[in-house]
């Protein structure tokens, strides 16, 4: 069976969803969706392994595995004509906590990624922030010097402010645009 959904879910938030899911398929093509959300969690995947410094490449292994055999993650390919966006949402919110960690004024970039991560799926939020603690957390154990460690703890922060401001005027905008309200969902 060849299921086809346009993806078109604004009233639950996601705006953005169908145009992650655009480049591979409307249907539930799981050797298509599936390749893609695949290649999306091995990128994710680098994103975390630089994000955090790991260089043995059986850490990078290992965390990788933990990455792409998380329940959540494992879970969501069981919907395999959108899984490739929701991948995309997971590398979206790794690239965002990257820039903000590594850059300056990289929380502003990082704001729009996350922005448009939450507007494909908003529950990589979470994950963004799970990055962000522990990357702060390590940086206290490795006791770095806390005027850098509350600087970047205030570019996650301003990421994440920056992150659901721009979600919610861009969901407001797509509301309006088709003229649709959000669902009572949950």
């Known amino acids: 069976v060849f299921r086809y959904d346009a993806q078109n879910m604004v009233a639950l938030g996601r705006w953005f969803l169908p145009v992650a899911s655009a480049p591979s398929s409307y249907y539930d093509l799981p050797w298509l969706n599936g390749l893609l959300a695949v290649f999306y969690l091995a990128v994710t995947s680098v994103f ?14 290992l965390t990788a595995g933990i990455i792409v ?3 959540s993650v494992i879970s969501t390919f ?3 004509f959108t899984v490739d966006g929701y991948m995309l949402a997971a590398l979206l919110s790794a690239m965002a906590f990257l820039l903000a960690d590594r850059k300056k004024w990289g929380f502003l970039p990082g704001a729009v990624l996350l922005g448009v991560s939450l507007g494909i799926y908003q529950s990589f939020l979470s994950f963004a ?6 990357k702060l957390l ?11 460690i509350l600087g970047k703890g205030f570019r996650f922060v301003g990421m994440g402010i920056g992150a659901y401001a721009f979600y919610l005027v861009s969901l407001n905008i797509m509301l309006k645009l088709q003229d649709k309200q959000l669902s009572g969902y949950q």
Not at 129 to 134: A, F, G, S
Not at 138 to 148: A, H, I, P, S
Request: aromatic share 8%.
């Open 129 to 134: 922030i799970i990055l962000c603690v522990l």
């Open 69 to 71: 055999t998380f329940p």
């Open 48 to 61: 975390v392994i630089e994000g955090f410094g790991i260089k043995s490449h059986i850490n990078a292994a």
């Open 78 to 80: 069981g919907y395999t």
């Open 138 to 148: 390590l940086d206290v154990c490795d006791q770095g010097k806390t005027k850098d």
